[in-house]
């Protein structure tokens, strides 16, 4: 090995246990910390993420990267490391044109602005919330002047969450999609609106985890390498491959949203667990692409997960550990896991639906970054585009645009990576049945474990050294499309029973 | 506030950093990392051990404590910090009396010791262990050698762990004790054996869970400032006052001992959560002392949770939550957690022998020191005080001197701070009821809030800041005895019913 590939790998190692307390705190914070524990902590999380940060953007690792850069040593490295070496070269010369005064300014505002869009959200009053959205839009859109001076500061936000997307590419990809979406909704809404009480009948908390213990085991999550913990909102957060955590947040009178959370965290972190060891604590190990990470998570949730034929092994489980759940047959368990219905809140959407909260959002976005459009018209905006696609209007700011924190810390650009998701799945449904038949009788044998093979094998391992488009390529070797997606909640949405 | 006072507060904080996320570390891989996760947690803490180490010994913070020990700004100084900057001279002067190449030594044997005590307890076969229980033994008289030049190297052990604690004071107490115990436990033994077995019915670890919370909060613990996890033994952990962290183990077919694992921690954590907030982070914060800190653990325990009384306002949630007890009776539930027999395991024992138990201990360690007994003759001799004390022969050195952990990793000494704790608690008793009254008619209305405000008034709010001896003096007026503990003992085995 190279001396300079050494050194890299001894800073790296150094660095790494700076970011490895770092995601230990948060994990602490979420999870279990008492109230008052919060000072000491956040002081110690403010020293460890500030010397991570620093020990990024440092002269030294800048050198060493640059002289790993040059082609003699460049052609001696292996392609992970040539991918790694890119890589950082490209983000630490990205934060390093950052000037640390604004970027002070940019994380100050960002904590202001979260804690006014809380108060604005408890209040229900937009106002409250107006004159920090309008600073983190000027924020941001000179963040990404700074790191990518030239580009449009859309496509670089988007750039930041799903690597080489931008808006071009996302238009046709989306319009397709609206097309074939918005009728096929308005279909599904015409059979009638219905509620079933059964599902809403108290189950004990330790049964519901004892059935989120099943589910992850079911399809694959390691707890050799992983954990489960408790926290407000459901999240998946790893150390490395080794060590990679999913939480959940329980309530008696829902039993099902903590089984949908389980699987769709749990497909984050079999995401994770199945990265190659070599690229831990690279750039190039953990997935930083959120719409892949996300089209994983979403894959275990809604293509396998609403599945009726996924249950077949499991729902005994369930009926055992829920007393409730004896009498209900697992066809009306499979209707109530599939139903669709227009609402407000985008966190509680189905698969379907979930679609076009999405598109409304990129819809802001572009109105916001393209059009300028003021912060005041936004409300309304909205509301507009809420009756448009939804059909429903909301009744107050809280059910609308305040509903997402988002944008509160400058996450512009992000939403669009969820539809992405679900785009990719159903090309990557396409293409795992070619490769290893219906997905519906892989299941109905109970061999899930062969989809997440196939899944690791050729998505998880990669980590972040395939790019959204690479990945798509090579699992599927045809450009992006929405098609298998309208193609696959056809076929869901078909089944006689729904 | 004086400069010097300013950079030295300026400096804790920046060291308390590191140890704030060693203590993090450390609860994480105790209570929650996946069995994968071991090497990278361990790489972190080690990283962060040694640069906390560091910054304790480091020249920059000799040279600010010693300025700050000189008469003109000592004097300045609150009687808290004439306390910390004191000890921290101390202890840095100590620490830095050991060899660096000898203290890497010792860390090395220390780990292999461990390990080999675990595989000779798992093979039963002491002379796995023997050659590292003799280094160990030698090294530890080494350090104290280092440490204490020119002092009696088992008294500068003994008050490692009990500070101003020496062979001699405790030769006294404990005779005095072994006399009037011997005898009591005899005549108690006399009384026939029995066993329950409605005791060991299954009870849901969810159901014992509820206990323990309720358990927790009956007797003080403030769940603002903690929080509970589980792990292969039972401990408590702190970061400062506003977190302090106490931890469990369940088995379904034992539902008596984690309760008085919650019992005991809660009184371990009860008080580190009442240390006055000034002392945070500083060496005066948190009670450094075994003893001490064992006496309120065992107060909480034993005095309290051994009696009736203790019982009555919370053993209904007790036949609520475990259906196996709803016919058993509170009188026969208090005789079962008074059950007094010989047995061969420390940890298992009740409170009386549990005294026997480290009095052989004790006579061990200063055969081992005093009298140099080889390596060879000690299993013997544990087995010879077995008889001697409890009147049964351990049939194996399972059973016998390869139990603890203790002696594995050099803390020889420690054992009898665990005692002196139950000497303590005697005493404390004594006082109380001199200023409250009868404790059995306090616990009988429901206020034991009234003992634990008087045991934070007392004891926990000094932390550190009063030595054990200064407690004693402070709290009792008396010099230490054994005879309240016996007459404690003899109270308690005296209720009709048992």
Not at 64 to 88: T, Y
Request: proline share 4%; with cysteine; hydrophobic share 35%.
């Amino acid at each position: 090995m190279s001396e300079k590939l050494e050194a890299l790998k001894s800073y790296l190692e150094k660095m790494n246990n700076y970011s490895h307390v770092g995601t230990l705190l948060y994990w602490d914070m979420r999870t279990l910390m008492p109230e008052e524990g919060f000072p000491r902590h956040q002081k110690a999380l403010t020293a460890f993420s500030t010397e991570a940060f620093r020990m990024e953007t440092a002269d030294e690792l800048y050198e060493l990267v640059k002289a790993l850069n040059a082609p003699e040593e460049f052609g001696a490295l292996d392609s992970d490391w040539q991918f790694i070496v890119r890589r950082m070269l490209r983000n630490i010369e990205e934060q390093r044109r950052i000037p640390a005064d604004f970027y002070e300014a940019f994380v100050t505002e960002q904590s202001e602005s979260e804690r006014a869009w809380e108060e604005a959200k408890n209040a229900n009053d937009f106002r409250i919330f107006a004159p920090h959205l309008e600073k983190m839009i000027r924020y941001t859109e000179k963040m990404a002047g700074y790191t990518n001076p030239g580009k449009d500061p859309y496509d670089v936000m988007v750039g930041t969450y799903e690597e080489g997307m931008d808006v071009a590419s996302m238009d046709s990809v989306f319009e397709d999609l609206k097309e074939g979406l918005i009728p096929l909704v308005r279909e599904i809404l015409s059979r009638g609106e219905w509620e079933d009480g059964r599902f809403y009948e108290p189950v004990s908390v330790d049964a519901q985890k004892k059935m989120q213990d099943i589910l992850l085991r079911y399809i694959g999550f390691d707890f050799k390498r992983g954990c489960t913990g408790e926290s407000e909102h459901p999240f998946t957060l790893n150390f490395s491959c080794h060590d990679v955590r999913v939480t959940n947040h329980f309530n008696e009178t829902n039993a099902i949203d903590p089984m949908f959370s389980a699987i769709h965290e749990g497909g984050h972190a079999i995401f994770e667990q199945n990265v190659k060891e070599s690229l831990d604590g690279t750039v190039g190990g953990s997935c930083s692409y959120m719409g892949v990470h996300e089209s994983q998570s979403r894959f275990f949730e809604n293509i396998l997960g609403r599945n009726r034929n996924f249950w077949i092994p499991v729902y005994g489980e369930v009926q055992k550990l829920f007393p409730t759940y004896a009498n209900i047959s697992l066809d009306d368990f499979v209707k109530e896991i599939n139903h669709v219905r227009a609402s407000f809140i985008r966190t509680e959407a189905d698969e379907v639906t979930y679609c076009l909260h999405i598109l409304l959002r990129y819809e802001m976005e572009k109105k916001i970054f393209r059009e300028h459009v003021s912060v005041e018209e936004l409300p309304a905006l909205w509301n507009r585009l809420t009756e448009e696609y939804l059909g429903i209007t909301p009744k107050d700011d809280a059910e609308g645009i305040l509903q997402d924190m988002h944008w509160s810390d400058g996450s512009f650009g992000y939403f669009p990576s969820y539809l992405l998701g679900s785009i990719y799945d159903g090309m990557f449904l396409e293409a795992m049945e070619e490769d290893l038949g219906n997905v519906d009788e892989i299941l109905a044998r109970g061999d899930i474990k062969i989809i997440t093979a196939w899944l690791n094998e050729h998505i998880h391992r990669y980590g972040s050294t395939r790019t959204p488009k690479e990945v798509i390529e090579n699992v599927c070797h045809k450009p992006l499309s929405a098609k298998p997606l309208l193609r696959y909640f056809e076929r869901r949405q078909a089944i006689p029973h729904l």
